[in-house]
């Protein structure tokens, strides 16, 4: 799952997601004024961009966003 | 970063790569008199690699607190006389130091209330061998204090840039090329020393927040005939299966229990010294004998933590624990539930194979320098040891930001081979608009199907080697060139395929090399540690024909002052495994 959800009513279109964000997953959509998931698929669950929200509008999950084998 | 006439962007000293060794590199290189050092990241600096999710804890040698000699040969012995003993001495008598400088520039430790550092047993220690201790970080914070010094310090940073190849002019590293992985443009650095601290591989694998650690630096220095050492040694770990969490040397320094299917604790079994703080690989070994007798799954329990504890972990390790809070692990301040636990291929991250490097942390290359998991680990054979990742980083970066300004200040001006930058950009245009042929997802899962087997990566004999081999010499023949790319963002998965998949078979080939069992070297054909014929350091580089080759060389153990017995030795896990009732052989 990764990231879920940006809330559109909450974000103000800062840009600190986009920016923090370690593999692009997250951009600002065409008017500027808003952040958008793009690469949900790359999302690595690390949890920056909801820690570094400043008005609480993304939600993230633990769980893997892509099939990883596991050992057994 | 300036523009010279030639349309570059130049620099005395260029460093790839934004975690705690490339911000160490830069500072140094600054306070080493260099004037104009550019520091570039495939991400973001402070928010990329391993480092801004490391998981709050430092191993610090005190010398007003601590023996050095107990700490050498702990290192040593846990290398197992792999190491270069020299940068042994030398990375212990200065960690304490970037510490401490850390301290003053903002950086948050947890102190007791006198003032002094926190200090809890680390992994690798016991009640039996109280020795290696650490210190606790604030998580992210750790990351964003160095991107404020560094960038204080006048150095230009370019995030977003991911560097793809070295520019050389004979055997002299003259800069880099890459492009932004934002916008796609396509760059070029002239650099009169260059530094290489973009990490290693961790396979895209199981394991939290390391999925852009795709052995990038690996495989260029591999790609203009550099030397990497040390490549058998896979770098085990553990995680949760369902989530991706960081944090186990932590959770076991707070006292988190392993417990196979039958509820029983059985680490201290197979390490009956260093009990639930053993090495990763020892961890990782007993896990797949566990299996392998029936007492599968292995489960983490930590339900026995106090909420004062859980508070604490909160502090320093604060996004594991947001996630087990959404995961339903932690609920208020208490843990409710085990996790299930999973060995995982982690590469190289942390203390595998990268780099050779010398004391100056140069690479068998002119003008070039590695440092952190793209250098080959402490003291170049310390297999698991505990949390070496990050003050390795830290030695490692600084030493390697001080001699490249050193170089740099030594050199001239240095030439671009125009051809050269041509050939790379001509590649770099023509793979991004490459149409139809394999999706990269597809290569990236299959090496993963490959090398994340337990009879592969964890206990190996040479039929399951050889034929890990075959089937990554098969994807690097059959998918790899033929991978395409929709936009700029896919194009970062096509050159992770390609480069995980070349890891992947350097990996194996050393593994294939050496015919004994060493530390996280575990094969049930050669399941004794061979002191005789085996102290050999086993180094990767290109053949002319773009084929990998290998070369042993004998640790200079002459040099050393610790000194192996010359014997062999049934390695301690098929020793355990044996009073585990476990068939192995």
């Known amino acids: 799952m990764g990231i879920r959800r940006i809330d559109t009513e909450k974000c103000i279109g800062c840009g600190t997601c986009v920016d923090d964000c370690p593999m692009n997953v997250i951009v600002l959509n065409e008017e500027g004024n808003k952040a958008e998931i793009k690469y949900l698929r790359d999302c690595q669950s690390c949890f920056l961009c909801e820690v570094e929200c400043p008005v609480s509008a993304i939600f993230v999950t633990p769980h893997r966003e892509r099939r990883i084998p596991l050992p057994w | 970063m300036k523009n010279s006439e ?6 005395d000293v260029l460093i790839v790569g934004g975690g705690l060794a490339g911000a160490f590199a830069a500072i140094k290189a600054k306070a080493g008199g260099a004037k104009n050092v550019v520091l570039v990241d495939r991400a973001k600096v ?23 000699e107990e700490w050498y040969k702990i290192t040593v012995e846990l290398g197992d006389y792999l190491n270069d003993q020299d940068w042994v001495l030398y990375h212990l008598n200065e960690t304490h130091k970037h510490i401490k400088d850390m301290e003053k520039w903002g950086v948050a430790f947890e102190k007791t209330k006198e003032g002094r550092f926190e200090r809890r047993l680390m992994r690798c220690a016991s009640d039996k061998v109280p020795t290696i201790k650490q210190i606790m970080f604030h998580g992210p914070q750790m990351m964003d204090v160095l991107r404020k010094k560094v960038l204080e310090l006048g150095v230009t940073i370019m995030d977003r840039v991911r560097i793809t190849d070295l520019l050389t002019d004979n055997d002299r590293v003259v800069g880099a090329v890459g492009f932004n992985t934002v916008t796609g443009e396509f760059v070029s650095f002239k650099a009169r020393a260059t530094v290489i601290a973009s990490g290693g591989t961790a396979y895209k694998s199981l394991f939290a927040s390391h999925k852009m650690l795709s052995g990038d630096g690996h495989a260029m220095i591999w790609r203009a005939g550099g030397d990497l050492m040390h490549y058998e040694r896979g770098a085990h770990h553990a995680t949760c299966a369902w989530y991706d969490l960081l944090g186990m040397n932590i959770f076991v320094s707070f006292g988190a229990k392993f417990v ?19 090495q990763t690989y020892m961890y990782a070994g007993a ?5 392998r007798a029936g007492r599968g799954p292995i489960f983490f329990d930590m339900t026995h933590f106090s909420e004062e504890e859980v508070r604490k972990l909160r502090t320093v390790i604060p996004l594991s624990v947001s996630k087990m809070e959404r995961g339903g692990i932690i609920v208020g301040d208490k843990f409710v539930k085990k996790m299930e636990w999973v060995p995982t291929n982690f590469g190289n991250i942390g203390s595998g194979g990268g780099a050779k490097i010398d004391l100056d942390c140069k690479t068998s290359l002119e003008s070039l320098y590695a440092a952190g998991d793209a250098a080959c680990g402490i003291g170049a054979g310390t297999y698991g040891f505990p949390l070496i990742a990050i003050p390795w980083a830290i030695t490692s970066g600084a030493r390697a930001g001080e001699m490249a300004a050193k170089a740099a200040a030594e050199t001239g001006d240095v030439r671009v081979n125009k051809n050269q930058e041509n050939d790379f950009h001509g590649s770099y245009m023509a793979a991004r608009k490459t149409k139809g042929g394999v999706d990269p997802e597809h290569a990236i899962l299959s090496v993963q199907e490959v090398i994340i087997r337990p009879d592969v990566y964890i206990i190996s004999r040479e039929e399951t080697i050889k034929a890990a081999l075959a089937a990554i010499e098969e994807i690097r023949r059959d998918q790899i060139p033929n991978l395409y790319s929709l936009d700029v963002q896919s194009y970062n998965l096509v050159l992770d395929a390609c480069n995980m998949a070349l890891c992947a078979e350097m990996w194996l080939r050393s593994l294939l090399t ?4 060493r530390a996280g070297v575990m094969r049930e054909d050669y399941p004794y540690r061979d002191n005789v014929n085996w102290l050999k350091w086993i180094i990767v580089n290109k053949a002319g024909d773009e084929k990998i080759k290998i070369r042993l060389e004998d640790v200079p153990l002459h040099k050393f002052r610790m000194q192996p017995t ?10 355990a495994a044996k009073r585990r009732g476990v068939q192995w052989g």
Request: charged share 30%; with cysteine.
């Open chain 2, 260 to 278: 196979n299917s039958a509820g029983e604790e059985f680490v201290g079994d197979y390490d009956p010294i260093y009990q639930d703080h053993t």
């Open chain 2, 566 to 575: 010359k014997d062999k030795q049934l390695h301690r896990i098929f020793e």
């Open chain 2, 46 to 68: 402070g928010k990329s690699g391993c480092s801004a999710f490391a998981a709050g804890v430092i191993a610090v040698f005190f010398p007003e607190e601590d023996d050095l």
């Open chain 2, 6 to 11: 030639e349309g570059h962007g130049t620099a």
């Open chain 2, 514 to 517: 050496r015919k004994e069992s």
């Open chain 2, 287 to 291: 896990m797949a004998m566990e299996v």
